[in-house]
């Protein structure tokens, strides 16, 4: 078995296995795409109207946040990350000591922001769909991101489920 991978050989946005003695060392395609399955989480929830769920799900990305290798991302990836990380952490953790619905949902219109710069740098290993809701926050509207095209408004929830439109598909 050769155990010999030069660095040179690997590319930190790509599917790559190491085999070393009998570990399998495997990164994922972009560590930016784990944040924003952490993001997708969250969305999720607020679209069920689970405050309980948003924040045990925040709570989880901040661990993936706080696991960013930033030596690992490429030039673009990195620009961004530095850009955002901060003001993204304060989205999380707002969302995570909370359980109230309401006060998840104004931060996620933040998080949603952030996610959305480091979505336009990111490897995506799927499309992404920028989607907006004219309704929220007092009728100034909210952006947020889906990994479906059909409107999920993690807004509203289910008193407005399909409230919004795709406005931006990213791949």
């Known amino acids: 078995m050769d155990t010999n991978i030069s660095d040179n050989n690997l590319d ?7 085999h070393v003695g009998k570990t399998d060392v495997t990164q994922i395609k972009t560590q930016l795409q784990t ?6 989480a969250i969305k999720d929830a607020l679209v069920k109207t ?6 045990v799900q925040a709570t989880e990305l901040m661990v993936v946040i706080k696991a960013i290798d930033m030596d690992k991302l490429a030039t673009n990836e990195h620009s ?3 850009k955002v990380r901060q003001n993204l952490t304060e989205s999380v953790e707002s969302i995570s000591k ?13 998080l ?20 907006h809701c004219p309704m929220y926050n ?7 991101l889906s990994k479906e ?8 929830g289910s008193s407005m489920l399909t409230c919004g439109e795709t406005i931006e598909t990213l791949d």
């Open 80 to 82: 961004t990350w530095m």
């Open 138 to 144: 007092s009728g100034k509207g909210g952006h947020w």
């Open 149 to 156: 095209l059909n409107i999920k408004n993690p807004y509203f």
């Open 50 to 55: 689970d405050g309980k769920s948003a924040a």
């Open 35 to 40: 944040v924003i399955n952490g993001y997708f």
């Open 12 to 18: 930190s946005n790509k599917q790559v296995h190491k």
């Open 112 to 131: 949603s922001k952030y996610t959305y710069e480091l979505a336009m740098v990111a490897d995506l290993s799927s499309p992404v769909f920028y989607q």
């Open 98 to 110: 909370t359980k109230s619905i309401s006060r998840q949902r104004d931060s996620f219109l933040d």
